[in-house]
């Protein structure tokens, strides 16, 4: 019985050594460096997801996130999210955020891959920041939700636990009451998702 153990505790082992090696195979520091190459830029790219199907790997990167933005390092005045393919080595451009117009507006500051969705937020100047994913089988784009609130520096209130999306934005409780845009009166109120 313990030899019966020991062979299957040690065939076990040995099983998670072979899978974790053949995942091994694909770093992610040279799909950093593809990531550079594939842009044509010194600016650097962040790989946000990387899938694979049967027509290849495609890495999802983008080249404007907050937290670069908050530690003072150089941006281009366009985030760009781009989805790249390594076999056919096709790049295309999935959406485009203007980082320039408005101090901390248009950066990506929220991001998980989950699902064969891409989910990330977009910083925005006013009314909070805006949810969306991209469909990594058609690689579209769509808006979840807007006014997702920030905290006090900007970034979103947004979490995900146990495959579920959390956050909280803003609502107008007078809409209809309110003459005016500063008679509104918003209160915050929590969402969730299911991913």
């Known amino acids: ?25 694909r770093t992610p520091e040279p799909n ?29 990167m983008a080249n404007n996130l907050r937290k670069d933005y908050m530690d003072d390092v150089d941006f281009f005045d366009t985030t760009y999210l781009i989805v790249f393919n390594m076999q056919t ?9 203007e980082s320039a117009s408005f101090v901390g507006s248009g950066f990506i500051d929220f991001y998980h891959f989950e699902k064969g ?3 990330f937020t977009e910083t925005a100047y006013r009314g909070g920041n805006f949810l969306s994913y991209v469909n990594v089988n058609t690689d579209k784009v769509k808006l979840v939700d807007s006014g997702i609130e920030t ?3 900007g970034e979103s209130k947004i979490r995900v636990e146990n495959g579920v999306i959390y956050y909280s934005k803003w609502i107008c409780i007078n809409e209809n009451e309110a003459q ?3 008679d509104k009166e918003y209160v915050s109120k929590k969402y969730s998702i299911r991913i």
């Open 180 to 182: 005016y845009e500063c």
């Open 1 to 25: 019985m313990k030899r019966t153990i020991k062979i299957a505790a040690f065939l076990l082992v040995a099983g998670v050594a072979v899978a974790w090696s053949g995942t091994n195979d």
């Open 117 to 119: 969705k891409l989910y």
């Open 32 to 60: 950093r460096q593809v990531a550079g190459s594939v842009t044509g830029n010194t600016k650097p790219y962040v790989i946000l997801a990387e899938y694979n199907d049967a027509k290849g790997m495609k890495l999802y």
């Open 151 to 153: 905290d006090e520096n």
């Open 89 to 97: 080595k096709k790049k295309d451009t999935l959406a485009t955020f």
